[in-house]
């Protein structure tokens, strides 16, 4: 496998760079072109050159089955998927595992929760139905940074956020209010689900909530199981982006969460729960111009 890479490459890089780079002796290299790579040796050296590509453009986050739907669906090249797998191994390429998330919620004691209308069902049959929200922080170091989202359970596409150097109520009432402008629902249809966050509890949010004709709906306390998609993509975003730099001012961060969210997440990254589409095109493929248009 290894020979196969360097063969495909040396048009590229010096053949003894690659060998001293890839562990292997330029005379074992000779030995085997003399020999001939087969047919199947080639097509596996190009395909794993494309496995590389999708790789590095998924910002190094594809596992297999990710890589292996965007070679199917994205470069109509048809392969088992225990191939892709194999290749990845071989050049030593693997996905990102996401790791659990400690929650930033800080309930009111006083506050009146509103009733939970969504009962661990996070399904929708199309846009506008049931929306999630929550909240995560990350540390700069000018001090922490604040994320509030709100996603759509149809396509997880995130309709609504707001960035601040805050936790107060106007953080999640922005990121409604980004929502409702970019969705524009009907009153009386969509669904807001999330914890018992003092934010979400607020007065100023639920009169935001009603304003809108959105329906308010809370889950039970401590339970992750209760949010769980919308802690998933906050875990998404933690092991891709998060995680992987150390961020020195809250621009940089907060810029970096833009271009995550509006240049990857939204509209090019893969969902196995999705069939693997991202969010958009499930959007555009899954339902009706009048429906894009609710």
Request: charged share 25%; proline share 3%.
């Amino acid at each position: 496998m290894i020979y196969r890479f360097i063969e495909v490459e040396k048009a590229t890089y010096p053949i003894t760079l690659l060998c001293r780079t890839l562990g292997v002796s330029r005379s074992g290299f000779h030995e085997w072109r003399t020999n001939g790579p087969s047919g199947r040796d080639l097509d596996d050296a190009y395909l794993t050159n494309a496995i590389i590509d999708i790789h590095a453009d998924s910002r190094g986050s594809y596992g297999s089955p990710r890589v292996h739907a965007e070679l199917r669906l994205g470069h109509k090249i048809h392969c088992g998927r225990k191939r892709v797998e194999r290749l990845m191994r071989d050049a030593g390429l693997q996905g990102i595992h996401r790791r659990r998330l400690h929650g930033c919620t800080v309930r009111d004691p006083e506050a009146a929760p509103a009733d939970d209308l969504v009962a661990r069902k996070f399904t929708a049959e199309q846009p506008n139905q049931l929306w999630v929200a929550d909240i995560t922080q990350q540390m700069t170091w000018q001090g922490w940074l604040y994320l509030a989202v709100v996603l759509d359970v149809y396509s997880r596409r995130v309709v609504g956020w707001a960035i601040g150097d805050h936790m107060r109520a106007e953080l999640v009432c922005d990121a409604l209010d980004m929502a409702t402008w970019t969705r524009r629902p009907t009153d009386g249809t969509v669904i807001h689900h999330s914890d018992h966050g003092a934010q979400y509890t607020s007065y100023i949010f639920g009169k935001r909530l009603r304003d809108a004709g959105i329906l308010a709906s809370m889950g039970s306390i401590g339970d992750c199981y209760d949010n769980a998609m919308a802690e998933a993509f906050f875990a998404s975003l933690q092991t891709e982006l998060l995680d992987r730099h150390t961020w020195r001012t809250r621009d940089d961060l907060a810029n970096a969460i833009f271009e995550w969210i509006n240049a990857w997440y939204n509209p090019t990254r893969r969902h196995s729960a999705l069939g693997y589409l991202s969010p958009v095109q499930y959007e555009q493929t899954h339902h009706t111009p009048a429906q894009r248009a609710a």
